[in-house]
Structures are given as C-alpha cells and as structure tokens.
C-alpha cells in the first residue's frame, strides 16, 4: 500500500448509502507489519493456514515490490465450518487507543457474476475475550462491484450482493489492488469503527461507520483478522498484500460553529476585495 500520511474527511455523495469517515494520522510504526516478501512469520503477519492455505508469491505487490500471499478457500463452501484463513498477531486485551487495521487486496473485474469474499476484524474486551466482529464484504456481479459492512459474520462470500446488505455500488472498478481499512476508536466514550475501502491511491471509494453500545471502559483491542469466505474465478484465492495494525491519531473534525465564521471571514473578505 501506497504511504499516506493523511486520511481526509470524505462524505462519499455520488454513492448510494454513503457515510463518513473520520480523518487520521499514523501515530508511530505499525505495531503489525507483514509486506509478505517471504514466507516467514514475520513477513506473513501470523496468517495461518487452519483448513484454507496461503502461499506467499513472488510477483510485484500492491506497493510495487515482490511478494504478496495468495489466500485459498480449499472448498468454496460457506459456514462457520468453512475451509478459511485467519490471523491473531498483535492480540491485546488493552485499548490502545485509535487504531487501523489495514489490508490490501486484489479486485479482478474479470471475475464471473456472483464471485466476491468476505473479511473481518474483530475486537477484545478488556478481559481478552471476544467483543464484536466488524466484517467487510465485497462481491462482483458480473459488471459492478458492491462493498457492505456489518457487525455479522454469516460466512457469506457475496454477503455484499445481498440487497438486505444496503450494499454500495462501487461500480465497474478496474482490476487492480485496493485497500481495506477497519478504523477504532472512541466517540463519546462509545466503541465507533469505520469501514472503509480506498483505491491505491488513498481515496476512499466506501465507507460505513458503526456506532456501538460498547462502553470503552471495556473494551480491549485487536483480537484477529479473518478471511471467513472467498468465492472466485482465480481456485476460490484472493491476493492481499501489506498487512498492518497500525496506532493512530484522529484529526479533530471542524466544528459547524468554526466552519461558520470561516465562511463568514471569507465572504467579509470578498466583499472588501
């Protein structure tokens, strides 16, 4: 994934069922990095096989450099007994503060209609038992591709090709990496996450935000990432690249009140011109 050094606020207007997203800074190296040059722990980033496989490849990633991991759902079949790829590195009982978990991964809008996968990254409370799953779907009709998020993991590969989903349209994409993006952090003492995807460029192409009932008195923080359905063309695999868990800071949205007397200097400004 391409260095970014500052996510914007984005309200997505041209797409339905748009949302916001918070803007943020890294705040210090990721506390997981896994750039899949090689196929030790290090650089695979604790990805385990379980009954899905991952091979790493040495092929130009989504930065440019060699090596990205091709991740294999060996029977294509859907539940919670599903064949699947899965990763604990960075597990924590403590809320960090703000974080990111970040992923790369591989659209291919040669994919038949129907193809599509499904991913999540789920959170400890304070005692280090599991919390909430916030899953990411996204699936290809055959012309456009759709992106829906959630709280449920239903093992559905193409979960976002499921109106109930209110999935976004994202349109007929170009093949090529994107980004993944599951931001944390607190909202009023309350458990907030985006959900974001972005083009390999920064700019965010969807996004959902969900607001818990979950008081940050405890919560915890990272617990897994998990790849729970991939549906494709491609032997059921998907190519992911640039896996990190990353700290971040939040950039204090402007306040109505400050926006207003922004416009109003500037419009004091143009009449005195």
Known sequence: ???????????????????????????????????????????????????????????????????????KDTDGLDGPNDNFTFSRQGRTSTFPGSYAVLTSIYLDNTWSAGSGFDYSTAINNSTGVHLRDFATSVGFDGTNFFFAASNNVDFNAIGALNPSKKPI???????????????FYDVNGFLTSDMNLLDSSGNILATKTITTQDAMSGVGGHRYAWMTGISTDNDNQLAIDNYRIQNIQIIPEPSIAFLGSLAGFLLLRRRRA
Do not use: C, R
């Not at 349209?169 to 931001?183: D, E, K, M, P």
């Open 1 to 71: 994934m391409k260095a970014q050094t500052l996510f914007t606020l984005a309200a997505i207007a041209t797409l339905q069922h748009s949302y916001a997203a918070v803007s943020w800074v890294p705040a210090g190296p990721p506390t997981v990095s896994a750039n899949f040059a090689n196929s030790s722990a290090a650089a695979s980033g604790g990805w385990d096989e379980f009954a899905g496989t991952f091979t790493q490849t040495n092929l130009p990633g989504a930065d440019g450099a060699n090596g990205f991991m091709m991740l």
């Open 169 to 183: 349209n994202l349109g007929a994409l170009s093949s090529g990496w994107y980004n993944l993006q599951t931001v």
